[in-house]
């Protein structure tokens, strides 16, 4: 793959915690940050994800390509209903609404807080590799997440630029990743869709 842009970790920190929405979307920036001598942490926080089988279906994907490259994955602990209490009065929200953003901010809470409590300097996250999500959304939730927590800093990398968009594709394919057509909540099922080459 032919790097077209260079990583500027925050702070040059060494300490990053990346919060993984799913394999697919993981798939190259895990890759580009091995490659450049970073080995993050991947913390799987998705409790928006729903039924248990298809969170357990995306977490055991996470879990197996991670284990290529050697890297721990912390699991947190699953609360859909803490989740659902999140997206409450939002149910109808399309793709890319208010919902989303209160759902990001959810994930990524959980992942600041236990980046704080383990002494992570730096988060960022996969979610900002899909298309089918806002970078702006997934950037305004990461900073306030951050924003929460003392010792945090977002890192806020557009993680689709340099190839990576096509790479992640490619990785899909590679690996046969189990690949969604929803991002997991019930109500982006009911009311999203996505391209069959494209994890949300």
Not at 66 to 95: I, K, M, Q, R
Request: charged share 20%; aromatic share 12%; with cysteine.
């Amino acid at each position: 793959m032919k790097q077209k842009f260079q990583i500027e970790v925050p702070g040059g920190s060494g300490k990053i915690l990346l919060h993984a929405c799913c394999a697919p979307c993981s798939g190259a920036i895990v890759e580009y940050l091995v490659k450049h001598g970073v080995r993050p942490v991947i913390f799987f926080s998705n409790s928006n994800i729903t039924p248990f089988e298809e969170y357990s279906h995306r977490l055991n994907e996470c879990i197996r390509y991670a284990g290529e490259f050697g890297l721990e994955v912390v699991e947190d602990n699953y609360d859909h209903n803490s989740w659902l209490t999140c997206a409450a009065g939002l149910e109808s929200e399309p793709e890319r609404g208010a919902r989303c953003l209160e759902c990001f901010k959810h994930r990524l809470l959980r992942a600041a807080l236990y980046a704080a409590a383990n002494g992570f300097d730096v988060l960022t996250t996969t979610l900002a590799s899909s298309r089918w999500k806002s970078l702006e959304q997934v950037n305004e939730a990461g900073a306030w997440a951050c924003a929460q927590v003392e010792g945090v800093t977002w890192w806020g990398q557009n993680w689709r630029k340099g190839g990576l968009q096509d790479r992640r594709n490619e990785i899909i394919r590679e690996q046969n990743f189990y690949n969604q057509l929803f991002c997991g909540c019930e109500f982006s099922q009911r009311t999203g869709s996505a391209e069959p080459s494209e994890a949300l």
